[in-house]
């Protein structure tokens, strides 16, 4: 019984710390779309394709 709660409360952090990350790399995207002037591109965000495309241009 307790491993299963340990492993359910391990894989829950990893989620969270996943997310963290996630963030991260879409905050810092948007500064520096914002920084080279191209908010039009903030749209693309919406597109998960496109939004893979920005994170790999910007190497985030």
Do not use: C, H, N, W
């Amino acid at each position: 019984m307790a491993k299963k709660f340990y492993r359910e409360e391990g894989l829950e952090e990893g989620r969270a710390e996943g997310r963290a990350q996630e963030t991260a790399r879409i905050t810092a995207l948007v500064s520096r779309l914002v920084a080279d002037g191209r908010e039009g591109d903030l749209v693309l965000l919406e597109d998960p394709e496109k939004l893979r495309l920005l994170l790999s241009e910007y190497s985030l």
